[in-house]
């Protein structure tokens, strides 16, 4: 089976576009709290998101909103929730953390992990009532490691039910690399209850979707789930305003905010030894390192490399990059009149 | 006396502790970057960056007390210490008991808490009420920098568990990060007092279960804390053009609970409100009031708390949380009662 190619780059676009939009009027002040966005993550969203048909149901962690968008739940809904207006998809009570949409079985949350057992809970519901339909978790690499989710894949996996759990792992869980606090392997760890567990590359979309398939049909078969894994790379940090992107972007100024306090610290006569107090400070400029090297030398974005493979039909790309900057565009109006 | 933040505060009475005694180890996710000050000084050993596992390291910590260290859990937010609840509930609320009272865990649980930024109800609940319902869990609640360093460090001395919760309007490091953002464009209502204020050269510890009277009255007490002490204070300051001299009790612990100090200014008063951000029911403005009730007083009663799911949309919330303008009005819904 093969992907259509422009149905993949048109979904990738619009969720990028319209969370280009969000981050302008979190700039601006209209939208609280924080603000978790999934540019970079648009390759893997959609390889699954494409296949889902009416029926299917999605558990979402706090960067839920790509998912939403290619679900096809109404922009200006989102975009009116976010700016906490009594006619948003949630009356203003969720924000885009807590969005749910019923009609579309899809529920986010912001306690990290719960997307497992609520997916596992919506297979369920269809093992009972919906034969054939199937249940995705999104979720990271961070929430890998809640208890919750590992128990949520051995439940799934123990009573066969149709569950897709979709690891999005930039490596991150805000500013620790998760492979410091994580022991094994993701990928053998799911596979160590028993179900398929597959490493997809996370910025390729056709890839994605390719292994999103087989999961798919296995679990619309009554096959049980199955774990896929990819690896990308998120340009804005863990949230709007990521301390360490901070860091990245204006050296100077947070710097100098941060430096003088830690000089301190490091300074004072008691605590751990010299090496020990090296060491710390080493490892925070290693995360620095890691976050402006993310920033400015690596240079992959998913969008992108499908845009390269669809080079040759530029006409077609060009229509679509059109039609979805204008429907962003409308969305923000409608939401936001006269802005 | 320094001048110092809220933060900077916990921050500077945890070094001297760390410092005094190595058997202090904080531990929780990205300490390495929210403590970094402590994670530089006393080294990665003492301050261990977590995985997302709460269950696994609260229970751990929970452990590593009653083997002899002396830990400083910290839950990001309270809100998600449910998915990690049974530590505290079933093990360290509970060994004293069980072993006879031969063994203690004197594990001290640091989290934020609080709304007033727009993050909605998964992230900005108090749940202190909640906790302080579990007989052998102390629950404390600083709302002054001054506190804060002082009962970082009675929870360390307890031999029992202690929740510590910062709120994070007061905590200008939390502000920023899950409110502001680095942004210029948004803003909150943070109680200055509260913000920042004078500290002592030296860091004490406060006397445990203690609260303390903010302001002076004899028509009605409000009992309080954390964020609403502040705008409990700023209230009965409007209620004072009204000639209405309302006292301000800052409980600062709910668990213990000082009911000696609420039921004394109650007997004077005969007028109690309870403004407590955590929810209404089943908590801890209910509790007051049946202990009192139980000690045999009379007198009015009102309470300003919140009531409901606290709202995303920042409008929303700041009608849901306990404001100024709610306290007032409760006030005088209460004063125009004959008293008992
Ligand atoms: C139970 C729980 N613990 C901690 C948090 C705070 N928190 C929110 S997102 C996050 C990191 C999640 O990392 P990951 O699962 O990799 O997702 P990512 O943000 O990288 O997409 C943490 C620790 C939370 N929301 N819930
Ligand atoms: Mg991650």
Known sequence: MEPDLFMLYRQMLRSRLFEEAVMELWNEGRISGEMHLAIGEEAICPGVCTQLRDGDALALDHRGTPPLVMRGVSLVLLLKEFLGSPDGLCRGWGGHMHLFAPE???????IVGAAGPTAVGFALAHQHLRAGAVAVAFFGDGAANQGMLME???LASAWKLPAIFVCKDNQWAITTRSASVTGGDLVARAASFGMPAVEVDGMDAVAVWKTAATAIARARTGEGPSFIKGCCLRSEGHFLGDP???????????????APPLIKAVGKFSGTTLAARAESLMKITELIGTTVKEQYLVKDDPLKRLRDTLGAQKKECE???????REILQAVEDALPGR | MREMSFAGAIEDALAQAMAKDSRIVVMGEDVHMLRVNLFARFGKDRVRSTPISEAAFLGAAV???????????EIMMVDFIAVAVDALLNHAAKLERFSGGNWKAPVVVRTACGGGYGDGGQHEQCLWGWLAHIPGLAVVVPSTPADAGALMLSALEHDG?????EHKLLADYWLDYLGAGGRKSVSFDVPAAGAKGPVPDQWESVPWGKAVIRKDGSDLTIASLGVSVHRASEAAEDLAKEGIAAEVIDLRSVAPLDIEAISDSVAKTARLMVVDEDYKEFGLSGEIAAQLLERGLSFRYGRVCTEDTVPYAR??????????????????????????
């Open chain 1, 319 to 325: 229509q679509i990059e059109e039609q979805c900057r």
């Open chain 2, 63 to 73: 452990a590593a007390a009653m083997a002899g260290l002396k830990p400083v859990a």
């Open chain 1, 152 to 154: 949520a894949m051995n």
């Open chain 2, 315 to 340: 409008h929303l919330e700041d009608e849901a949380l306990p404001s100024r303008g709610r306290i007032v009005q409760a006030a005088r819904t209460l004063m125009s009662q004959r008293k008992p």
């Open chain 1, 104 to 110: 579309r079985l899809t529920a986010s949350s912001g």
């Open chain 1, 244 to 258: 360490l992107v901070r860091v990245a972007r204006h050296p100077i100024s947070e710097i100098t905010e941060i």
């Open chain 2, 161 to 165: 568990p202690v929740v510590y919760l």
